[in-house]
């Protein structure tokens, strides 16, 4: 894949296709993630009431060089699913990533998975990362699990614990390097 | 020995707890995905009566995992 910094990104995969949001994605469909509780459950969000405006900003402040947002969509009907998020630092190669994953009927279906492996490829090929890194609730079993079947390592947890479910929850640290990641690749293959 | 950690597996990912294998885990059982994983864990801290940490759900990927966290 040939890609230019700033270009649109589109990644496929068997059953998705993650492309650069634009500001006509931001939705009322999109909108009505943010505003579910059991979806925005153990999202890190510092907006607390979610406009079309503030999805529209929101989808400005990644210009495509270091800040992606990627939205994912079903081969099956081209519906938006949900978005990764991933903002690079281009000094360091470092990448911190986000996902959300709106639409409840692809919950416990792979896609986290399998958009994120694309999303990797891309991270780790052309956009020239050396690392990218995430953070979870510590009750967050799911991602926890996504996590640990794509080999991510626990780096340990940060500070101070955040509510969550009316209760102090750890916030955990997960990375996953270059070369770890082309190892993984190299093993599937 | 490993009973308890094997039906609690079963229970998780719908399978039958005699096509639960002592040395199963994440990786060879297809049904043992990110939700089962959610039902296991809640099943866990009802069994144990208390709230698993980050860390111990992030290792749970193994019945012997699941044995060795019920002690």
New interface residues.
């Given amino acids: 894949m040939t890609w230019t910094p700033g270009e649109a990104v589109q990644l496929e995969t068997p059953r998705y296709r993650l492309r650069t949001l634009t500001e006509a994605d931001a939705t009322d469909r999109y909108l009505s993630w943010l505003h579910d509780a059991e979806v925005m459950r153990y999202v890190f969000s510092r907006v607390q009431d979610h406009t079309r405006d503030s999805v529209r900003e929101y989808i400005r402040q990644h210009d495509g060089l270091t800040a992606f947002l990627l939205g994912i969509f079903d081969h099956a009907d081209g519906i938006h699913v949900g978005n990764f998020s991933a903002r690079g630092d281009p000094i360091s190669g470092v990448a911190q990533l986000g996902v959300l994953i709106g639409d409840r009927r692809h919950w416990g279906r792979g896609v986290v998975l399998e958009a994120r492996a694309a999303l990797l490829d891309f991270l780790f090929g052309p956009a020239g990362l050396q690392r990218v890194e995430g953070v979870v609730y510590g009750n967050h079993a799911a991602s926890l699990f996504n996590y640990q079947a794509q080999g991510w390592r626990m780096d340990g947890r940060l500070p101070e614990p955040a509510m969550c479910d009316g209760r102090e929850v750890e916030i955990l640290q997960f990375s996953m390097s270059r070369e770890n990641w082309l190892a993984r690749r190299r093993a599937d293959a | 020995m490993m009973e308890r950690a094997r039906a609690l597996v079963a229970q998780a990912t719908g399978l039958q707890p005699d096509s639960v294998a002592d040395t199963a885990s994440?990786?060879s059982l297809d049904a043992w995905?990110?939700?089962?994983?959610?039902r296991?864990?809640l099943a866990l801290e009802e069994q144990l009566g208390r709230?698993l940490?980050?860390?111990e759900?992030?290792?749970l990927?193994s019945v012997a995992a699941v044995h060795e966290l019920l002690g």
């Avoid at chain 2, 995905?33 to 959610?38: E, I, Q």
Wanted: hydrophobic residues 45%.
């Fill in positions: 994440s990786t995905d990110s939700l089962a994983h959610m296991l864990v709230t940490t980050g860390e759900i992030f290792a990927h």
